[in-house]
């Protein structure tokens, strides 16, 4: 997984999008919006975390997919289907659209510096 973006939301921006599509309703009836705040791998992930919770440090452990199936603890399997799907279908999501429905949307960097705190509590 980890050469693969991943796409990163805050559920705290999904709120606002959800009330601008709601109160649009008419603009996104039957559409569907594939919604993002960024998109990265895990490598960037970790060395994004490494940057603002040092002394902590983060790396990208690569499993495959049969591996983290493996793991033995309940939804493991699940996220591995995830994850496999990941890997053979390139997820279209919208940055754009979702900064337009939402100004204030944070990249991940942004989302980690504002929760430094509680981040570096786990």
């Known amino acids: 997984m980890g050469h693969i973006p991943l796409d990163l939301i805050s559920i705290k921006d999904c709120g606002?999008?959800?009330?601008?599509?709601?109160?649009?309703?008419?603009?996104y009836l039957?559409?569907?919006?594939?919604?993002?705040?960024?998109k990265l791998t895990i490598k960037h992930m970790a060395a994004t975390l490494s940057k603002h919770l040092h002394p902590k440090q983060f790396s990208d452990k690569q499993v495959t997919t049969t591996e983290y199936r493996n793991f033995?603890?309940?939804?493991?399997?699940?996220l591995a289907n995830m994850?496999?799907?990941?890997q053979r279908v390139d997820q279209r999501t919208n940055i754009a659209l979702t900064k337009e429905l939402n100004p204030r949307l944070k990249t991940f960097e942004e989302w980690v510096v504002a929760n430094k705190a509680a981040l570096t509590k786990l």
């Not at 039957?30 to 960024?38: F, N, W």
């Not at 033995?72 to 699940?78: A, S």
């Open 16 to 27: 606002e999008v959800i009330r601008k599509i709601f109160d649009n309703r008419k603009q």
């Open 30 to 38: 039957h559409k569907t919006l594939s919604l993002s705040g960024d």
């Open 72 to 78: 033995g603890w309940p939804g493991c399997q699940d």
């Open 83 to 86: 994850f496999e799907f990941f």
